[in-house]
């Protein structure tokens, strides 16, 4: 699978009345955050984190997604692919922060913030590493070159919309946007199955077929790890793009090094066999595809080795790798069957199917 084909596959309360400015605003010790969206998997995160830290979180949806999400919390309701009236109901409304998760098309984006210019001091988008132009360098940090938008809009993939909407946020907001650019999102809520793929058949005990001899590098950030940073940046008033990958904050992870401590902590009668990224691919074993999460360092090294250094020094800090991964687990089994089958070539069920895998592995 293509790394960009990968990237891509990377309250109940309505206002009545116009609310003003000083009827919205929060306490002198908090800030009043609306968030587009809220109620998926990065958004539950961010509302969660944002209500521990004593913030006022409004949300701004459809009401589809997860309805008896934060029931509680006041909402406004609208569309975004309606167009700009989807936003009426935030007409004359002012937060301290505004935070945009949209994943889809960037035309949401530019009408969003066009339509919220005057709503708030603070608006922070989530875009991603894939608005990269070349992964053959390792380390690359946040001047990297981007990818081009020249390409006629028809033919934008994931990273040209993610990086025009990057583009209207700074246009729009060019002294106070933040822009975040993580790799894989993993945890609670993750509604990919590629790193629960490896750990459920961990703990289910399995002979498994590693990724390669077990040395490439594997980068994703806990959600929980990114939704801290972005609330803490709001508070701080920080400014400008953050690379956000993870998960050490100073040594590269290995594939050997994340399997070997999954095994040890949940599946001590799971057998890795590693081999080596030649066998895989004379075995038209694909990466990401076949090998969920897995880019060999002969593909985009530069992929699993970005540089989130500014962010770490503005204060993005990591959980264990064992919390991140028992939330994966735990938000698997509360989502599946204990009998799941992985292999069907799905977001949710990524890998190889388990009889191609015991092939495989026989020839080993």
Not at 52 to 61: C, D, E, I, Q, T
Not at 87 to 106: H, R
Not at 174 to 185: E, H, S
Not at 306 to 325: F, H, M, N, Q, V
Request: hydrophobic share 35%; net charge neutral.
């Amino acid at each position: 699978m293509k790394r960009r084909a990968f990237a891509k596959n990377l309250v109940k309360w309505t206002p009545v009345v116009a609310l003003s400015p000083t009827l919205l605003s929060a306490a002198t010790d908090s800030l009043n955050i609306l968030i587009l969206g809220g109620t998926q998997f990065l958004g539950p995160a961010v509302v969660n984190e944002a209500i521990s830290k004593g913030h006022k979180v409004f949300l701004f949806n459809r009401g589809i997604t997860n309805p008896n999400l934060f029931t509680e919390l006041p909402r406004f309701y609208g569309d975004r692919l309606k167009g700009p009236a989807a936003y009426e109901p935030l007409k004359d409304k002012f937060w301290d922060v505004i935070i945009d998760t949209w994943s889809g098309d960037s035309k949401c984006v530019e009408e969003s913030t066009r339509f919220l210019r005057g709503s708030t001091r603070h608006y922070l988008l989530v875009s991603s590493i894939s608005v990269y132009r070349n992964f053959s360098k390792v380390d690359m940090n946040e001047a990297a070159e981007t990818v081009s938008l020249k390409l006629d809009r028809p033919k934008w993939e994931y990273p040209e919309h993610k990086l025009d909407m990057e583009t209207k946020v700074r246009e729009v907001f060019p002294m106070n946007n933040t822009v975040f650019r993580p790799g894989p999102i993993k945890g609670w809520r993750d509604p990919a199955n590629d790193l629960a793929y490896w750990l459920v058949k961990i703990k289910r005990g399995e002979t498994i077929l590693g990724p390669g001899n077990g040395d490439d590098p594997v980068q994703f950030i806990d959600v929980k790890d990114l939704a801290r940073f972005m609330v803490h940046t709001a508070e701080e008033g920080l400014h400008g793009t953050y690379n956000t990958t993870g998960p050490l904050e100073k040594e590269v992870l290995t594939w050997e090094e994340l399997l070997q401590t999954a095994s040890k902590k949940y599946g001590r009668d799971a057998e890795i066999v590693w081999n080596s990224t030649e066998f895989l691919k004379e075995h038209s074993i694909e990466p990401m595809r076949d090998m969920p999460l897995w880019l060999p360092t002969t593909v985009d090294p530069g992929f699993t080795r970005i540089s989130s250094r500014k962010a770490i020094r503005s204060g993005l800090r990591y959980r264990p790798i064992e919390k991140t991964c028992k939330d994966v687990l735990k938000w698997f089994e509360h989502e599946n069957e204990l009998n799941f089958e992985f292999g069907r070539g799905t977001e949710a069920s990524p890998g190889l199917a388990r009889t191609r895998e015991q092939e495989l592995l026989q020839l080993i």
